[in-house]
């Protein structure tokens, strides 16, 4: 048995409303950032903040649950795995994306989904390869 762990948790708020689209036998696939923010106080009591930016994908039903609940602003929390793919640019260069690949989702306020749909965590299942897209964002 593997001792190789590979698990992320989000909270965060998603920068934009979800990406959807469709695979030629009909699975939807869903992709999202979240904006993750931190604050402190640093030596001179002066307040900082900083924003991680996560890449996020998502396939079949909860992709699905994605693209209809959630919109620009909600505030959702994520597990997943971290993936990386490689893929090429438009000039051949090889470029490299880390993302999240989703497998629960909880939405956290009423901006998130409608109140009639349930926000426990939802599954899907994970494909093997990625997906064609014009990478980075």
Not at 106 to 118: F, I, N, T, V, Y
Request: aromatic letters at 8%.
């Amino acid at each position: 048995m593997s001792k190789d762990l590979n698990l992320c948790q989000f909270i965060g708020r998603l920068g934009k409303d979800v990406d959807m689209r469709y695979t030629a036998d009909g699975k939807a696939i869903a992709n999202l950032t979240i904006a993750c923010g931190e604050s402190w106080k640093d030596k001179q009591g002066n307040k900082q903040e900083k924003t991680e930016w996560v890449r996020i994908s998502a396939f079949g039903k909860l992709a699905e649950i994605m693209g209809q609940y959630l919109k620009k602003g909600a505030q959702v929390y994520i597990s997943g795995r971290m993936q990386t793919r490689k893929w090429q640019d438009k000039d051949g260069q090889d470029r490299y994306t880390t993302e999240i690949i989703a497998d629960q989702l909880q939405m956290l306020d009423s901006r998130g989904g409608a109140s009639s749909e349930p926000s426990d965590a939802h599954s899907a299942p994970m494909p093997d390869d990625g997906f064609d897209d014009d990478i980075p964002f």
